[in-house]
């Protein structure tokens, strides 16, 4: 029975180059996790004191842009994470949404959440506001490489970013009348999503030249039956631009992650293609992992599927180690897996899960 009250202690220190060799399918000592979003309320147990969820040291930029500025969890708080719970990178929110702004009745410029954009003359009102959130990036990808080199850790720092689509049917737009958009007004669709791809091509450039460890980008196209627009389309609007987007970081060796939700089968061959390294969570409702791991698993990384309903949320200690145990079994051998949740470390996951999660992993996923 895995203990649940606390991380038991392991041997091994945290280490990025654990979770490169995984990824890019080379031998390592053991399976890596990773969850880019744990949040608060199990942070702050795991570390004895207040600390944000593992995006935003307050506020949830997952959920979507805010007024107020959020920074990330300040990284000495992550590296002292890490170390309890044996994860081998720190991520920070570089700007996962397109920065599409207009001034608020105050004069200062915000993020576009309303969904108010429905033609060109309402999105050519907005203000692109790359310069600014470019130099905010950096700032924190040089704060998190400091910490790390200050404390001689080899723990990889990794940005987080690229929401191209998302941005769009989420905020700008809304879901119902972008979809209508794809297929009545192209053109402004078109020039929406180059709008966003030239604004993370230039980040992605910039955080190359910062050092970054690894690229993790996101953006929702899927839900659980397929994406949310047909696969001819996709290929068009959205597959080249995230390819774009990620090249500076493939030419220079830097391995890319990439999350989606839902069931994105059509898209894979297309991620292998351009040069992602690994694909996540592997949404267990739109997913076999068995399937995925012998149609794709000798030339992708396969990371996630750990149900956050089931087991994690609704199950007991003894059900997570089951499930972590049979992920490990199919998607163990031969490395290329990366084990993570369905989606994020939410606070209703009862802690005592969390934690026989982290001990199920460390104990089934030594090689």
Known sequence: MIETRFVE???????KERLRRAILFEPVDRVPHLDNLIE???VEKLLGRYAGNTLSYGGDPAKGPSEEELRP????DFIDLCNIIGQDI?????????PFKRKNENGKLVQVTDRSVKDVKDFSRLVFDTENEIKRAIGYMNEYRDAVNKRKSKIGVCPVYGCILQTLYEFVVGMDDFMLMAYEDRGLVDEMLEASTIHFVELTKA??????DFLFIGDDVAFKT?????????????TPRIARIIEPAVNNNIPVLFHSDGKIDVLVEDLIDMGVNCINPMDPYSVDYREYKGKYGKRIALCGNIDI?????KGTPQDVEN????????????????????????NYIPHENYIAYLNSVHKYGKY
Do not use: C, N, Q
Not at 9 to 15: A, I, K, Q, T, V
Not at 309 to 313: A, Q
Not at 323 to 346: A, C, F, N, Q, W
């Open 226 to 238: 397929g994406l949310f627009l047909p696969p001819g389309i996709m290929k068009e609007i959205w």
């Open 309 to 313: 309903e089931f087991p994690l949320s």
């Open 207 to 212: 955080m190359v030249k910062e050092g970054m």
């Open 90 to 98: 720190i991520s920070f929110d570089a700007g996962m949404w397109t």
């Open 73 to 76: 969890m300040y990284p000495d």
């Open 323 to 346: 499930d972590v145990r049979e992920h490990m079994e199919v998607l163990k051998p031969g490395y290329g897996y990366v084990s993570d949740s369905s989606h994020s470390i939410v």
């Open 9 to 15: 202690p392991f041997d091994w220190e945290p280490d």
């Open 40 to 42: 608060d309320k199990h």
